[in-house]
T-cell receptor, first 111, second 115 residues
Framework: SQQGEEDPQALSIQEGENATMNCSYK?????LQWYRQNSGRGLVHLIL?????REKHSGRLRVTLDTSKKSSSLLITASRAADTASYFC???????????FGTGTRLTVIP | DVKVTQSSRYLVKRTGEKVFLECVQD?????MFWYRQDPGLGLRLIYF???????EKGDIPEGYSVSREKKERFSLILESASTNQTSMYLC??????????????FGAGSRLTVL
């Protein structure tokens, strides 16, 4: 299987700053999704970006996708303490029957 | 509020025991999934089901089986639990079609410890 890989593994910022997380993958995809997980809980879907899209916004979230570089980034603007969580990218690979999840970025927002 | 419900948040079992993890969704989703999550390894797919009584192996099916007798319920079975199955188990569901085409709705997770 081909997992996405998030970078950095951990990120610590002050409240109000922006947080950027990156995801790289290896094969062609139909879409890429970002999920959030609070400690010890299930994942919650944040945003889906299709392979023919380059940028997508949802509230304070901005996702970009560069299929030529096989990479995506998630930007959280004006971060809040409540944004503290792990963030995962998941790729829907062309022809595959599965979403492949990365190992996540642990974001800590310090009040 | 639509949701995926996992029957147990925490379980402690002994090696060799048979373990059932239950998952129910109320969204009339066709697809249901079982993942396990381990530190440093991310989420790995164990099994998924795209219809009642249908199942497909994921990346790590060894040591597990599943049952889907009703559309809303997907059970994960560990026939003989082993210590290396200590993990967080996550159930998810999605609308029909290719599993990657739609977003997943996850349950809260079941943390299993096998002693």
């Amino acid at each position: 299987s081909q997992q996405g890989e998030e970078d950095p593994q951990a990120l610590s910022i002050q409240e109000g700053e922006n947080a950027t997380m990156n995801c790289s993958y290896k094969t062609s995809i139909n879409n890429l999704q970002w999920y959030r997980q609070n400690s010890g809980r299930g994942l919650v879907h944040l945003i889906l970006i299709r392979s023919n899209e380059r940028e997508k916004h949802s509230g304070r979230l901005r996702v970009t996708l560069d299929t030529s570089k096989k990479s995506s980034s998630l930007l959280i603007t004006a971060s809040r303490a409540a944004d503290t969580a792990s963030y995962f990218c998941a790729t829907a690979e062309t022809g595959a029957n599965n979403l492949f999840f990365g190992t996540g970025t642990r974001l800590t927002v310090i009040p | 509020d639509v949701k995926v419900t996992q029957s147990s948040r925490y379980l402690v079992k002994r090696t060799g025991e048979k373990v059932f993890l239950e998952c129910v969704q109320d969204m009339d989703h066709e697809n249901m999934f079982w993942y396990r999550q381990d530190p440093g390894l991310g989420l790995r797919l164990i099994y998924f089901s795209y219809d009642v009584k249908m199942k497909e192996k994921g990346d790590i099916p060894e040591g597990y089986s599943v049952s889907r007798e009703k559309k809303e319920r997907f059970s994960l079975i560990l026939e003989s639990a082993s210590t290396n199955q200590t993990s967080m188990y996550l159930c998810a569901s999605s609308h029909g079609g290719a599993p990657g085409a739609n977003v997943l709705t996850f349950g809260a997770g079941s943390r299993l410890t096998v002693l």
